[in-house]
């Protein structure tokens, strides 16, 4: 704490304790040492540690404190960050409604005790203790997160891991950021986002419960526990994040998202924050872009002939509509940007609106919703549409004004792509006409509507033979024409899995279905048929529905009968 080191050397030539030629000698002692001023002063006889403490309190007119007697509360110590209270040399000591006292070595440092003020939420009573105490009491109170973290980080090296700063006018001292590469904090998280970049994993979730801190990633749809940091680290782990992704690091309340940015080797990949308020504190998820593992190409998306021959019909339409529906995370947006790469060219004009901008592709004009701004889906559509479009793509289209825009632009002469919450295509139509269009406006705009699903797919290194009867088959959904011609293989997933899989399973991909809209199709449509009929007549003309694309991957032995049974519907 060079500023303390600097003050103190004025303080103590001021009361003529030294004369300016031994305070050079002391500070040059300190610096030659590594170690304060304050120890050097006892220890070369200077002032005995209370004269020095009583000095130094009553030039900051606050009361001196010894920490050798002083028991700290474990929930008074957790309400400063471990990696600030090294930072900042402070101990909590007491609180009492929304009065926190603390010890600090730097008395003098207001714009530290200002951040500790915004981090905790609390009016402070700032006491002076010696920073030896000081040390020695931190190492104390935070000795069994030091051996908890010393077992996580073993071996952990984060050299080659970096954030990539966007410069702002207003760059405030990054406090719980951990600014020492050192700080235990920064480390974690380095090797939380790391090994989860290194796994392939898809989402981050750092979750607190009441007597633990959880850390798990999500790697092919599943949620696994990886690591359970001590819990008076989550605030430490939550304020360095916020940092990172350029939140505020005192709003506690209310939910925020953000965006960091980070360096790994020799790629930059990003990753979308967001911050929730729970009983227990905030849980904080990242969702991992890594663009480097977007793959654009239609043809590796593993979609069976005839929904792959219906996708493409769709997108070569001068005009007209294409919408992919499913759950989050199904993998839509990997389809629709496929569709935009796959029919990209110099002469065309493509302009997309999303919430938020998950991947950046060359060519495209990417407009990122702002509804704080006023920048909504149907707002920037409307200014879209005065670019001169060929083709638009509408992250999501969540309510009626949005889709009457979308399909008026599909029907004055613009290739439009969008994403809807339904469960299955045929269904799609009825939650069209239930947003408030017209049947007549829903057949007319609309080039073909598929349904996703992301699928499990079997280890190929422990997947075990299993044999299920060919009437079970036909129960589920698979047609006579799915037996000719081809040779069953039905496996099921090993549950202890290998060293290449996650209990059985490694990836993922994905299963579409197909409603092309024929003339047949829009008929039904414009006489408002039931979904059932719709089914119906699509399957009729060879639409293949999710369950029974599933079932064909599964009778190939790309996955398991059962995952099937789990991501698609009971009706097939």
């Known amino acids: 704490m060079a500023s303390l080191d600097k003050k103190l050397g004025s303080i103590l030539v001021k009361e003529k304790k030294v004369d300016v030629e031994d305070m050079s000698r002391l500070l040059k002692k300190s610096n030659s040492e590594k170690t304060p001023l304050s120890e050097i002063i006892v220890k070369d006889g200077v002032l005995t540690s209370n004269e020095l403490l009583g000095l130094i309190a009553a030039h900051a007119n606050l009361p001196p404190v010894s920490l050798q007697k002083i028991h700290i509360k474990d929930e008074v110590r957790d309400k400063i960050p471990e990696d600030v209270a090294r930072q900042c040399k402070v101990v909590p000591i007491e609180i009492i409604g929304d009065y926190l006292t603390i010890a600090v070595a730097n008395p003098f440092d207001i714009l530290k005790l200002d951040d500790i003020r915004i981090i905790t939420g609390c009016e402070l009573r700032p006491v002076v203790a010696l920073e030896g105490q000081i040390e020695v009491t931190l190492q104390n109170v935070f000795k069994t997160d030091s051996a908890a973290m010393d077992d996580i980080l073993d071996g952990f090296d984060d050299t080659d891991i970096d954030t990539i700063e966007k410069k702002d006018d207003d760059d405030d001292l990054d406090l719980a950021a951990g600014s020492d590469g050192a700080s235990p904090v ?74 960091i940015q980070m360096k790994m080797g020799n790629k930059a990949i990003d990753f979308r924050v967001s911050t929730l308020p729970t009983v227990w504190g905030e849980k904080v998820v990242l969702r991992i872009l890594d663009s ?129 919450h339904t469960n299955d295509a045929p269904s799609t139509v009825i939650r069209m006409v239930d947003m408030g269009l017209d ?83 829009k008929r039904l449509i414009i006489e408002e048929a039931t979904v059932m009929d719709l089914k119906a007549a699509a399957m009729d003309e060879g639409m293949v529905t999710l369950r029974r694309a599933g079932l064909l991957n599964a009778m190939r032995g790309n996955t398991s009968v059962e995952e099937i049974l789990r991501v698609t519907m009971a009706d097939g």
């Open 186 to 259: 920064v480390k974690i998280v380095n090797k939380m986002i790391l090994d989860a970049v290194n796994q392939g994993v898809s989402d981050i979730h750092i979750e607190p419960f009441e007597k633990k801190l959880l850390i798990r990633y999500r790697k092919d749809g599943t949620l696994m526990e990886v690591m359970t940091p001590p819990k008076r680290m989550q605030n430490s782990i939550a304020s360095r994040i916020k940092i990172m992704s350029k939140l505020d690091i005192a709003e506690k309340r209310k939910p925020q998202d953000g965006k």
């Open 292 to 420: 480097s593992n977007l793959t654009l190409n239609l043809e590796t998306l593993g979609f069976e002939d005839k929904c792959m021959e219906d996708f493409k019909w769709g997108i070569s339409k001068p005009y007209g509509m294409i919408l992919v529906t499913g759950p989050t995370g199904s993998g839509k947006s990997t389809t629709l940007y496929s569709g935009i790469h796959h029919i990209h060219k110099p002469d065309v004009n493509i302009v997309t609106v999303e919430d938020p901008v998950e991947y950046t592709l060359d060519g495209v004009n990417q407009v990122p919703v702002n509804p704080v701004q006023g920048l909504t889906f149907a707002s920037a559509l409307r200014s879209i549409l005065r670019q001169d479009p060929d083709i638009i793509l509408l992250g999501e289209i969540r309510d009626k004004e949005t889709i009457e825009i979308a399909v008026k632009a599909a029907l004055t002469g613009h290739l439009v792509f969008s994403t809807l």
């Open 439 to 521: 049947p007549f406006m829903v057949a007319s705009s609309v080039n073909v509507i598929c349904a996703q699903r992301l699928a499990k797919r079997l280890c190929e290194g422990c997947r075990t033979p299993m044999d299920v009867p060919k009437k079970r088959l036909h129960d589920l959904g698979a047609k006579e024409e799915d037996f000719e011609d081809t040779e069953i293989k039905i496996y099921q997933a090993n549950d202890k899995g290998c060293s290449r899989c996650s209990k059985g399973y490694k990836g993922r991909f994905a299963l579409l279905e197909t409603l092309k809209f024929t003339e047949r199709v």
